[in-house]
């Protein structure tokens, strides 16, 4: 491949990548203008619309053949059934904390989410890691020990988060390319259309009931793209890591907490005592230092890369 398009296959990808990570950074503000609509009605109508979504673009992009090579995989069917699960679970964790005024705690999640992945690695692919990515793993896990312990709250809105989202990382690596972006998605939403049906009829029953429709022409059309405002990021995201290394990946991952950190704290207000903080220094010395290690290793691939000289 000549430099010029290997170039700009490389610019395409930090494009899309950091596009999906700068949607996932404002996306609290999204789900803050559909107040009066409550966290479980919220997720309910993001997998419906979803997969409506969804079905429209394999649609457009003729992708309903290698659909049907999917659905004849029971195994494959299986594993997007489980990640349709684990991104519901990250999903639900993700608008509750957004709605109850814990933008910074969803924050801190996300800046754990890269050294859980390393950690899963670990021990669940059995990769061996380096001293600087151990290195992280404790600061990290002081960081967590520091907010229970001084902070006096147990983060279970950050912890759930990288759990689930790690989690679902790892099935995504497992599956591979045998499910593309879009089909993925399709199938996570419709396994899930069960448990949306259900929230659904549970808040119908609550005083406040279903509010798609009930609070005039604009708060309908808002909630109405929380289908779009689902995929498109992992869509782009998905584009992203076909054309980038995973050590560029790596590193622009971080945008989304840091914008979401900064929503928490400056534009909602969010408290942040002095044990709070000590907390998410920790959590940041972490960073640097898997950021750190991210970058040598990505030096030293290119040394080893280059030939030798005659």
């Not at 009605?41 to 049907?68: D, I, K, M, N």
Request: hydrophobic share 60%.
């Amino acid at each position: 491949m000549p430099p010029e398009t290997t170039r700009a296959t490389r610019t395409a990808g930090v494009a899309y990548a950091g596009g999906a990570y700068l949607l996932w950074g404002i996306l609290p503000l999204y789900f803050l203008l559909l107040v009066p609509t409550g966290p479980w009605e919220v997720v309910a109508w993001r997998v419906l619309l979803s997969l409506v979504f969804c079905l429209l673009l394999l649609t457009v992009t003729r992708g309903w053949a290698a659909f049907g090579v999917i659905l004849r995989q029971p195994k494959l069917l299986a594993w997007t059934a489980l990640a349709g699960l684990l991104i519901y679970i990250n999903w639900q964790v993700f608008v509750l904390g957004t709605l109850t005024g814990h933008v910074v705690e969803t924050s801190l999640g996300y800046f754990i989410n890269p050294i859980t992945t390393v950690l899963l690695g670990v021990f669940v692919l059995k990769e061996r890691i380096r001293r600087l990515q151990w290195a992280a793993i404790a600061i990290a896990a002081i960081a967590v020990v520091v907010i229970v312990v001084a902070y006096g709250a147990f983060p279970w809105i950050a912890l759930s988060l990288t759990a689930s989202f790690g989690v679902y990382g790892l099935i995504k690596k497992k599956i591979g390319p045998a499910v593309d972006a879009v089909s993925g998605l399709t199938l996570e939403s419709f396994w899930l259309i069960p448990i949306a049906v259900v929230q659904l009829i549970i808040v119908a029953q609550t005083p406040a009931g279903i509010t798609m429709g009930a609070n005039g022409w604009g708060h309908a059309l808002v909630l109405g793209f929380a289908g779009v405002v689902t995929a498109v990021p992992l869509l782009l995201f998905a584009a992203g890591t076909r054309r980038i290394d995973l050590t560029v990946i790596g590193m622009i991952q971080f945008v989304t907490p840091v914008m979401q950190f900064i929503l928490g704290v400056v534009v909602l207000g969010e408290p942040m005592p002095a044990e709070r903080w000590a907390g998410f220094i920790i959590v940041w010395i972490a960073i640097i230092v898997f950021v750190v290690d991210l970058i040598l290793a990505a030096r030293r691939g290119r040394a080893a890369a280059e030939p030798e000289p005659v």
